[in-house]
């Protein structure tokens, strides 16, 4: 076993980490509490989709697959050089966020429209960026730029924004305070600019790119398979649980009913 790589412990670096990680584990403890208040506080919610039993565990499934890409298979992989591996993580979180993009982005309705036009603009412009390392000639500081700004931004952002959610949260304190949602947005615009420049300069000491002497990790056929089902299943699973939550569709009113024998 080798050990994981750290960036360099300096002061700045410190309270970088420090804020990085308060920042992190504030948006899953947001993730988790939207988690608890759809299965068992409905009426809690800020999204009210989540409400519905199916697209509760869809976003549960979701927030599972985005965990484990963050914390378990990316940095491992970043480590050992796997791209197998790093691109799988990455391809399973993507093929568990479709759902949730295409039936429940309430963001408009609940940040309102400007972060709602800014939801949009990072989707097709981090997805962009993903097709654009993929297709590089190898470079693994890019796929640790990837990992630690990009997908962790998925949790950087939540908090903060849920907060200052709050000071607009009603039709009465939208009215008193008209700026509220472009300071919302600006606060989570800041944290995604300020992420960027802290990875790129290695100031969060948990996260580091693969030494240079680390040899490229040689996948395994049995790798390749259990990757391909891995992927597959979070899929299948997917698209099943989304099945279940809009049902046959309005095309099955065209298949003839079947005559009682």
């Not at 056929?221 to 309005?250: H, K």
Request: net charge positive; proline share 6%; hydrophobic share 50%.
């Amino acid at each position: 076993m080798v050990a994981m790589n750290f960036s360099p412990v300096t002061g700045d670096s410190i309270v970088i980490t420090i804020a990085y990680t308060t920042l992190l584990l504030w948006g899953m403890w947001v993730g988790g509490r939207q988690v608890y208040q759809g299965f068992f506080r409905p009426q809690d919610l800020l999204n009210p989709l989540f409400g519905n039993r199916q697209a509760i565990k869809i976003f549960t499934f979701h927030l599972i697959v985005v965990s484990l890409d963050l914390f378990v298979c990316g940095p491992v992989s970043l480590h050992y050089k796997s791209r197998l591996w790093y691109w799988g993580g990455r391809i399973a979180l993507l093929s568990s966020s479709f759902s949730l993009a295409s039936y429940f982005n309430r963001n408009p309705q609940s940040f309102g429209h400007l972060i709602g036009y800014w939801v949009r603009f990072r989707n097709f412009f981090e997805i962009s960026l993903h097709v654009l390392v993929a297709s590089l000639a190898i470079n693994w500081f890019y796929y640790y730029g990837l990992l630690y700004w990009l997908v962790a931004y998925r949790y950087l952002d939540v908090g903060p924004r849920r907060l200052l959610q709050t000071l607009y949260n009603t039709p009465e304190k939208k009215a008193a305070r008209p700026w509220a949602p472009i300071l919302n947005w600006a606060v989570i615009t800041t944290i995604y600019v300020l992420a960027a420049i802290a990875i790129y300069h290695r100031k969060v000491i948990f996260a580091a790119p693969p030494d240079a002497d680390m040899p490229v990790h040689i996948a395994h056929r049995w790798e390749v398979i259990l990757v391909l089902a891995i992927n597959v299943g979070v899929a299948l699973t997917a698209w099943g649980m989304m099945r279940t939550y809009t049902g046959p569709g309005p095309a099955a009113a065209l298949i003839p009913s079947s005559e009682e024998p």
